[in-house]
């Protein structure tokens, strides 16, 4: 069979981890955007500078309030930056496309369409053939488990199922760069375990440049070639990491665990001074 | 939601006719005690046959006329049953179709809704009824005022619907879309629409129930058929046992047609959360 998605940098292994050397994919440059809460005005993110590789599987990761979904919005083009630019191969980003597929935590599928006739929709947006269209859909029911699934409706599935299908229609797109928007933040702990691990597979099998948010350190070393800490308000970025571990990686290992305190002291200098605060707020209203 | 275990189960049965019956007992022994004129309030029993009269065709059936099915049709009740539903779809049907595509318009521009909402709000209270004078000296008497008087009924609730589920669209929706590409118009007939049917179709229900009221009062005074012309035909003879026979029919029409919206409902929003019954 011929392969459905494109695959990342030409002569790349399916299997491959790191993307050291491929080109710079998504460029973000001088980033700043304000917001204005009540009179209060809040500086979500600062300075923020950020090239990510063609093909490279990046988490941003901290606590509420730190920018990270702010950030991927600015990417995503919903919400422009106020100042600085996102470039994406080159052009410059100003709304939402469908080069860059967006997962949300909510889900967001369409209630009113089947399980197929979500994963269709963006084809049919881009005047697809009809044949081309239901190979695509079904190619895709089958990667993610949702053959038995093709005629229900959103409201007839699980959590874990809904974001399947919501996976299923960004990977139809065929948009070489993903956006997850804590995709798996409502999941139970096992659900959550599979959809990483399928998640894995597809990113190794497709090779698509992948830009994770999460506030889960352990999500964040599992998955990610590199995570991103970021500080709370102002929203910049704290540290840099790159996660050297080959997948499948091993969440009881010693060099895990290491990273795992690592990450965990930057995150929760971060969440103690989002919890002040908060506290602050509180007792100021 | 938690259900009997079914609605047609002999003790389920049993329950739901015991008021039903209590009432219709006491009805009949109070037009038997002799206490209350006939005129006023006919027994259950005249009726029930003034209603089987009213149902069956006139004359008996002659094959020289031609088909037996038409024969059975041609009883009194359902031609004006009939009529008054042929009255209500198309009012309802102009109604409708003139307050959907407005009311899609007022709920995605801003600017149309601030354009067309004042006139809309100083005409809105005016009950349908209120039309009357006006519809009988544009359109004389006939169906036309009937359909136009309808349709007004129908109109608002629609309207007042259509806006309310296009602005009440969650934007997570129209935030996917953009996501995958979706243009304004696309996004309008194949996410806007279908997000904002639930509230649409409310709006229907409403409004078909309205235009069922309206196509009563307006049988009333402008035509000479249909369930309202017929009840009140009925009290220039002093036939309170036809004028029942003709409540209970318009009852029966009216539950006939809710149950026809329910099912039209369940079926359009099969995919719709917390829609059991």
């Not at chain 1, 060099?255 to 200098?269: A, D, P, Y």
């Not at chain 2, 309206?214 to 009140?232: D, H, K, P, T, W």
């Not at chain 2, 036939?239 to 047609?257: C, R």
């Amino acid at each position: 069979m011929t392969p459905m998605l494109k695959t990342i940098a030409d002569g790349q292994p399916a299997a491959w981890t790191g993307a050291g050397t491929a080109p710079v994919q998504i460029s973000v440059r001088g980033v700043e955007k304000s917001f204005t809460a009540g009179a209060q005005p809040i500086v979500a993110l600062k300075d923020i500078d950020l090239d990510i590789r063609k093909g490279e599987f990046v988490c941003l990761l901290g606590p509420s309030g730190c920018g990270k979904s702010t950030l991927l919005n600015a990417v995503a083009g919903f919400q422009p930056p106020t100042r600085g630019t996102v470039n994406v191969d080159g052009r410059l980003i100003t709304e939402p496309g469908p080069d860059r597929g967006m997962v949300f935590q909510e889900y967001a599928l369409f209630p009113w369409m089947t399980v197929a006739q979500n994963v269709a929709f963006g084809l049919e947006i881009k005047t697809m053939p009809k044949a081309e269209i239901a190979e695509r859909v079904e190619w895709l029911l089958g990667k993610l488990h949702l053959q038995d699934f093709r005629n229900r409706y959103p409201k007839d599935l699980s959590g874990g199922m809904r974001q399947r299908v919501a996976i299923a229609r960004v990977l139809a797109l065929d948009s070489p760069i993903l956006l997850m928007d804590e995709p798996f933040g409502a999941l139970d702990a096992l659900t959550r375990r599979t959809l990483q691990d399928e998640l894995l597979r597809i990113w190794e099998e497709v090779g698509k440049t992948i830009l994770f948010v999460t506030h889960s350190i352990e999500e964040s070393i599992y998955l990610a070639d590199r995570i991103i800490v970021m500080t709370y308000r102002p929203g910049t970025i704290k540290r840099d990491v790159q996660v050297e571990m080959p997948r499948p990686r091993d969440a009881s290992a010693p060099e895990f665990n290491r990273l795992k305190r690592e990450l965990s002291q930057m995150v929760m200098e971060e969440q103690q001074r989002f919890s002040q605060d908060e506290i602050r707020s509180v007792t100021a209203d | 939601m938690s259900r009997a275990k079914s609605p047609f189960s002999p003790a389920a049965v049993l329950r739901g006719a015991l008021v039903p019956m209590l009432v219709v007992a006491l009805w009949q022994g109070l037009s038997m005690s002799g206490l209350i004129n006939p005129v006023v309030l006919p027994s259950p029993v005249a009726v029930v046959e003034r209603w089987w009269a009213y149902l069956l065709p006139p004359d008996p059936y002659d094959p020289a006329q031609g088909s037996w099915f038409l024969w059975a049709l041609s009883g009194e009740m359902l031609f004006d049953a009939w009529s008054s539903l042929y009255r209500v779809v198309l009012g309802f049907a102009v109604g409708a179709g003139l307050a959907l595509p407005l009311g899609l318009a007022m709920g995605g521009k801003p600017r149309i809704y601030a354009l067309m909402d004042p006139l809309l709000q100083i005409l809105r209270p005016i009950p349908p009824i209120a039309y009357i004078p006006l519809a009988i000296l544009w359109f004389g008497l006939g169906n036309a005022p009937a359909v136009f008087l309808i349709a007004i009924g129908a109109f608002f609730p629609v309207l007042m619907n259509t806006i309310a589920g296009v602005r009440h669209v969650d934007g997570i929706y129209l935030r996917a879309a953009r996501n995958l590409g979706v243009g304004r118009t696309t996004m309008f007939i194949r996410v806007i629409l279908p997000a904002a049917t639930p509230y649409i179709l409310a709006g229907a229900r409403i409004g078909i129930g309205t235009a069922f009221i309206v196509v009563i009062v307006s049988e009333m005074i402008a035509v000479n058929s249909g369930l309202g012309f017929r009840i009140l035909e009925a009290r220039e003879f002093m036939w309170s046992d036809k004028i029942i026979a003709g409540m209970f029919t318009i009852g029966l029409l009216g539950l006939a047609i809710d149950i026809g919206m329910n099912r039209l409902n369940n079926h359009l929003l099969r995919w719709h959360r917390g829609l059991e019954n």
